[in-house]
């Protein structure tokens, strides 16, 4: 009930959320009561008053609330005024908003024990996207949320089914849409200017479109020629610049996101790289880049990125490091490059 009002909340219908809030106070009260029963029996087990309420109340309780869902509407509706999911407001509510804040604003409970940070759901850059332009598709969504980001706090879901995956992401889409509308209006309104509805909508749907998808090749075994010609590809498109001629990272570069955090240049030999470490998760981040972060898109050709792509792979060690969130945060920011970087 309580996840209920919240996602209730959150979608806009505030007298649902109400009513729900206000099934939470007479349930808690019932509870408090039977706890307050149980303490009596403790003491006297003989004292018959207190077993009548006591079984009274329980069975209120057990059908009084029991397979109750709030988010249902009166007609069977489960879907918000604003199109979003019910259901998907539940899960979010269930899985997410620790971390991202019930509205996506990453001001969840846990927020501030993070590094890397959390995604404000409503207006940052989504990092993995498979698309040019650094939009998400759906499925780009639904596989974060199922993998989760390696190196990082997200962890996956794997448990959900498709069903319940493509509920959440379109709730995270339904975020991003509502953060670029509220931004956009509140320029417009700044600058004394009219807003019209239907051309705010027509600029927010075709700025979260997604790009055209692009075939990712079938890689070849790495033999010695291809890895020899991704060496040479690593130092003439300046990938050692930040990763090292080793791989392992050059910590003489100072690194920041666009929102101004240190960001520590991924160990190639070493480290778990956040879209995956599969020849296909490395050929995307490698032509696409890292939206929001340092690590750019680069133009260049299918036969030279496979190569590239095989020689990153032909670095890897295991086992991969683990890192906890204190750790990450104490390497990003104790790197000399970085303190001189941000020293007053």
């Not at 089914?161 to 953060?179: C, F, H, K, Y």
């Not at 392992?248 to 920041?256: A, H, R, S, V, Y």
């Not at 590239?308 to 890192?323: A, H, M, N, W």
Request: one cysteine or more; aromatic letters at 4%.
């Amino acid at each position: 009930l309580s996840t209920a009002v919240v996602a209730l909340a959150f979608s806009g219908e505030t007298s649902r959320a109400t009513r729900t809030s206000d099934r939470v106070v007479e349930a808690s009260g019932a509870i408090v009561q039977l706890e307050g029963l149980r303490t009596r029996l403790t003491i006297d087990p003989t004292d018959r008053s207190a077993i009548q309420e006591m079984n009274r109340l329980a069975q209120y309780v057990a059908t009084e609330y029991a397979n109750e869902n709030p988010l249902r509407g009166e007609a069977g509706d489960d879907r918000s005024p604003n199109g979003s999911s019910a259901h998907g407001l539940e899960l979010y509510a269930q899985h997410c908003c620790t971390c991202h804040g019930e509205s996506g604003n990453a001001d969840g409970r846990a927020a501030r024990f993070l590094f890397p940070k959390q995604r404000n759901l409503r207006r940052d850059w989504m990092r993995l996207t498979s698309t040019p332009g650094g939009i998400p598709t759906l499925d780009d969504i639904k596989n974060v949320v199922a993998r989760g980001i390696p190196g990082t706090s997200m962890a996956g879901l794997k448990h959900l089914t498709d069903d319940e995956l493509t509920a959440l992401a379109g709730i995270v889409i339904q975020m991003r849409s509502d953060g670029l509308r509220d931004e956009l209006a509140g320029r417009l309104a700044a600058d004394g200017e009219s807003i019209d509805e239907e051309e705010l909508t027509e600029i927010v749907e075709n700025f979260i479109a997604p790009g055209p998808a692009f075939t990712i090749p079938e890689f070849p075994v790495a033999d010695r020629a291809a890895l020899e010609r991704g060496k040479a590809l690593f130092a003439e498109f300046t990938c050692d610049s930040c990763h090292g001629p080793s791989g392992e990272g050059n910590d003489n570069i100072p690194l920041f996101d666009d929102l101004g955090h240190p960001v520590v240049p991924r160990d190639l030999v070493h480290g778990r790289f956040k879209g995956g470490n599969d020849p296909d998760a490395i050929y995307r981040r490698i032509l696409l880049g890292m939206p929001g972060g340092p690590h750019p898109s680069n133009a260049i050709s299918q036969e030279a990125l496979m190569d590239l792509v095989l020689y990153c792979i032909s670095l890897g060690e295991q086992p991969k490091r683990e890192s906890t969130n204190h750790e990450r945060a104490l390497k990003a920011y104790s790197r000399p490059v970085v303190e001189d970087a941000i020293a007053p």
